[in-house]
Structure formats: C-alpha cells, structure tokens
C-alpha cells in the first residue's frame, strides 16, 4: 500500500515563504516518477499549482510562475513545493499527487497553507 503525506504548511504573512514536502512510501518499492502539487478552494475544482516530470521538466500555473518552484529528493522520495512571495489568495488546502507507471497515481491528504494579509 502507497502513502502519500504532505507536509510544510502553516500560517505566514504575505511576502513570506512556505516549503512543502510530499513523501511516497510504501511496502513495495514505489518511486515517484512524476508528481504534482495542486490546490483546492472550498467551492472550486481542485487545480494543479505545478508538477515535475520523470524527466524533471517542470510546469507551472500562470498564478505560480515566478514564485514557487517545484524540486524532488530521490533518495528520499519527496517532491518539494517551495513557495515565496505568498499572497492572501494562495490560502487554501494543498494536495500532493505522486505517479508511478507500475503502481498509479495516490494523493495525500493535504496541508494546509494559510497566508495573513
């Protein structure tokens, strides 16, 4: 069985950082060959904030570019969200998508990030 827990959240003033981390781990030997960070308002669909490839190309939505960066850890099996110049609106809960071509893809079950004006 896959767990996929994230962590790094918190409360922080607009302008500050945040990282996030994402960990797979499982019985069975799971590496993460493509993960995505997403993010869901209460109301909304759940929309993907950035991802990283197996090949480590890296995408990112309009509202993140320039402020968050996505990396990965392969001895540890943890993609990283790093996130600078934090704004109210990027309040909400953050969810980790890990993928891998054998075993599929698992989400966690979110940190949440909140960012005071």
């Known amino acids: 069985q896959v767990r996929v827990v994230e962590s790094g959240g918190g409360l922080v003033q607009a302008g500050g950082s945040l990282r996030l981390s994402c960990t797979a781990a499982s019985g069975s030997t799971f590496s993460v060959d493509a993960a995505g960070w997403y993010r869901q308002v209460p109301g909304n669909e759940r929309e993907v904030v950035a991802s990283?490839?197996?090949?480590?190309?890296?995408t990112f939505a309009d509202s993140a570019k320039g402020r968050f960066t996505i990396s990965r850890d392969k001895s540890k099996n943890t993609i990283y969200l790093q996130m600078n110049s934090l704004r109210p609106e990027d309040t909400t809960m953050y969810y980790c998508?890990?993928?891998?071509?054998?075993?599929?893809?698992?989400w966690g079950r979110g940190t949440q990030v909140t960012v005071s004006s």
């Open positions: 990283i490839r197996s090949d480590d190309t890296t």
């Open positions: 998508n890990a993928w891998n071509p054998v075993f599929g893809n698992y």
